[in-house]
């Protein structure tokens, strides 16, 4: 299933942690993202938690930054799913509540009136706490849309299949609602147990990795 192959190739790439404003004229502008988080191992390596891209052109770090720094859980159902882990482990009455949304006009005029702005402004400190103290990123270079969620998917679904890197005991996502990410040890639901990479394929990856490293 290449999944040791995959985490042996990742652990040897170039580990950005946060903060990272001042390294982003080496992140590239765009391309696929695979964090790690402190006290998750696979064997030797440093186990990974996630795999993420962006949709839009030039987006990378930007997306990034959604997940690292802006407090808005709307804007990075990563930080909602991290949300959803600490209102659960503590059996909090909000989770409910954290699920709705008010990015449109139309959810704002729904919803407004059931958000406690001051509970939910605490919570994103507490989950940017978590993230920019507890995880580490890759970053692999693609710059065609269609490759990004291609290698987004044959990753994911790689280190989702039957024999996939179980968490650790103490992993802060045994708290999630989300029965998939209890399951498979990832911080997603999508993309999960579907087609793994080929022999071919992890040999084209590996050169998209190497080319990527190169700075020239």
């Known amino acids: 299933m ?95 509540r954290w699920e709705l949304d008010t990015t449109s006009r139309r959810e704002k005029e729904m919803n407004q009136h059931l958000i406690d702005v001051e509970f939910e402004r605490q919570l994103e400190k507490e989950i940017s706490d978590y993230i920019q103290s507890n995880l580490s990123f890759v970053v692999l270079e693609i710059n065609d849309k269609s490759e990004r969620l291609f290698w987004e998917q044959r990753v994911t679904s790689t280190l989702s299949g039957q024999i996939h890197p179980l968490p650790s005991q103490t992993w802060l996502g045994n708290y999630s609602p989300k029965e998939k990410i209890r399951e498979f040890g990832l911080w997603q639901v999508n993309q999960l147990g579907k087609q793994p990479l080929s022999k071919k394929e992890l040999q084209e990856l590996r050169e998209v990795v190497w080319k990527s490293s190169d700075p020239n």
């Open 2 to 96: 290449y999944v040791d192959e995959l985490h042996e190739l990742f652990n040897s790439s170039f580990r950005f942690a946060f903060p990272f404003e001042h390294q982003k004229g080496i992140i590239p502008k765009n391309g696929i993202y695979l964090i790690f988080e402190n006290g998750e191992g696979y064997k030797k390596w440093d186990r990974i938690v996630r795999i993420g891209t962006h949709t839009g052109d030039n987006q990378l770090h930007s997306r990034l930054k959604q997940h690292f720094v802006k407090n808005n859980k709307n804007r990075s159902i990563f930080r909602k799913n991290i949300g959803r882990c600490f209102l659960n482990r503590d059996n909090h009455k909000y989770l409910q």
